[in-house]
Nanobody, 124 residues
Framework: QVQLVESGGGLVQAGGSLRLSCTAS????????MGWFRQAPGKEREGVSC????????YYPNSVKGRFTISRDSAKNTVFLQMNSLKPEDTAMYYC?????????????????WGQGTQVTVSS
């Protein structure tokens, strides 16, 4: 049974930082591209970043570029999202997802497994 478990969310002031973690079990981690998505109330899901099997990050949308960094530790089956210079508009539920493909996708439809999410709230 595949499980993705996120952690690291919380409440932070604008300008602060958080580091999200996602630990995967039940899958061959190296065969999957790992992504982070977020969804705020009343808004569509947004791809935040993705990292492929060779540890190359495929994309960051303009909204987070230069502030967020994705990385993975294959030995620990864990992917991280370092979020710096947080803004109130970053407030959302953040989800980790795994796609059985070599290369990243910005579309959530391409992901096979999802975590339950971790809440990030940025106060102004």
């Amino acid at each position: 049974q595949v499980q993705l478990v996120e952690s690291g969310g919380g409440l932070v002031q604008a300008g602060g930082s958080l580091r999200l973690s996602c630990t995967a079990s039940g899958l061959a981690f190296a065969d999957y591209a790992m992504g982070w998505f977020r969804q705020a109330p009343g808004k569509e899901r947004e791809g935040v970043s993705c990292i492929n099997w060779s540890r190359g990050s495929a994309y960051y949308p303009n909204s987070v570029k230069g502030r967020f960094t994705i990385s993975r530790d294959s030995a620990k089956n864990t992917v991280f999202l370092q979020m710096n210079s947080l803004k109130p508009e970053d407030t959302a539920m953040y989800y980790c997802a795994a796609a059985r493909r070599l290369y990243c996708s910005a579309s959530g439809d391409d992901y096979n497994y999802w975590g339950q999410g971790t809440q990030v709230t940025v106060s102004s």
